[in-house]
């Protein structure tokens, strides 16, 4: 009876083992889809990129960062924060969403405390945990990090958080690009300048006049020619676009209440072009109709008109246009980056 009783237990430990779960295969585990707590993984799909609008916002040699204008806030603390994303800077025939941008993401930057936010760098930029440590948050938050010179998102803040003027007080706030600067056509040849070529050629110079004299004395050998074949190449050649990109900025982001009644507000914008030193193109006044949808954009001093429903003359257009961007820059609701005027306090 014992040995009945050992072998029902042996038999049973034998099912409950096979029935237990098996491991789980690798392949499966991976593809698994993984939630994160702050952001999607990936970043978003193709639907959340045809819903939006993006318009260019800063560049470098490399990559081309482009960001909705819709999404731009500011907080009470002086956090700006918008959707971006970049792509890099190529020749190809990809269609402009593909798998070679990054985002988009939300971005934010503390314009007074110089530090930048990313959903791209957030878990790679985790504030290490002491473990003898008490579990508390970072004073700044995990992900802030501080903005170094001279890169590319010290460009973005400079275009966000406004570009000062050493001759006036005001301070400009980015608001529309036409198009991309052309790239300087480096050349693959190593590049030797004039100097150097005429350098090179009198030494070969030198060195036949000595193979000359050497030639009839036995036991010595010609010196070898090592005359340059060529002059230097050219030097790199910018190879200008069609037209001159033009950006344009709001100045100091104020915006005046002209027509509280019929809700039609005013900017000043001004325009520079993208070459060396940013000259400057013209200055604008910009009114808008908030209410019927209208605006109107004329140079400064070229007919400008004050008050009335009825200065505002064009409606909107697309919304990835310099006049809808300017538009919703000036009637919707920003948050605090957008400063409110009234006609008697400007």
Same mark, same amino acid.
């Given at each position: ?181 052309? &790239? /300087? ?13 005429? !350098? %090179?050629?009198?030494? *070969? =110079? ?90 109107? &954009? /004329? ?13 505002? !003359? %064009?409606?909107?257009? *697309? =919304? ?27």
């Amino acid at each position: 009876m014992k040995k009945l009783f050992i072998l029902a237990l042996l038999g049973f430990m034998l099912v409950g083992c096979s029935n237990t779960p098996r491991r789980q295969d690798y392949q499966a585990f991976m593809d698994e889809e993984v939630e994160s707590p702050f952001f999607k993984v990936p970043a978003v799909n193709q639907k959340d990129f045809a819903d939006r609008t993006w318009i260019l916002l800063a560049e470098s040699k490399t990559k081309l960062w482009f960001y909705d204008p819709y999404t731009l806030t500011e907080d009470e603390e002086g956090v700006v924060a918008f959707d971006a994303f970049f792509s890099p800077r190529e020749q190809n025939n990809l269609q402009l969403f593909n798998a070679t941008i990054v985002g988009p993401y939300r971005q934010k930057i503390d314009c007074f405390g110089n530090h930048q936010w990313s959903e791209t760098l957030y878990t790679k930029n985790l504030v290490p945990k002491d473990p003898n440590a008490v579990d508390i948050k970072p004073v700044n938050g995990s992900g802030w990090i501080k903005i170094k010179g001279r890169t590319a998102m010290a460009y973005v803040r400079t275009r966000v958080c406004g570009r000062k003027f050493i001759d006036d007080q005001n301070i400009n706030y980015f608001l529309f690009q036409t198009s991309p600067m052309s &790239l /300087v056509q480096a050349r693959k040849e190593v590049i030797r300048d004039t100097a150097q070529y005429q !350098k %090179e050629m009198q030494l *070969a =110079k030198e060195a036949e006049e000595r193979a000359k004299a050497q030639k009839d004395i036995p036991g010595q050998k010609s010196a070898v020619s090592t005359i340059p074949s060529e002059p230097p190449p050219p030097a790199s050649v910018e190879v200008p676009s069609e037209k001159t990109p033009v950006f344009y900025e709001v100045v100091n982001n104020e915006v005046t209440v002209i027509d509280a009644k019929n809700d039609v507000r005013q900017m000043r914008i001004s325009s520079y072009l993208m070459e060396k030193d940013f000259p400057k193109q013209a200055d604008y006044l910009f009114t808008a109709n908030c209410q019927s949808n209208t605006y109107n &954009l /004329v140079a400064q001093g070229a007919g400008e008109k004050s008050g009335g429903v009825n200065v505002a !003359k %064009e409606t909107i257009g *697309a =919304k990835d246009s310099l006049g809808a961007v300017a538009f919703n820059r000036a009637c919707s609701n920003h948050g605090t980056y957008m400063k409110i005027l009234s006609r008697g306090t400007r």
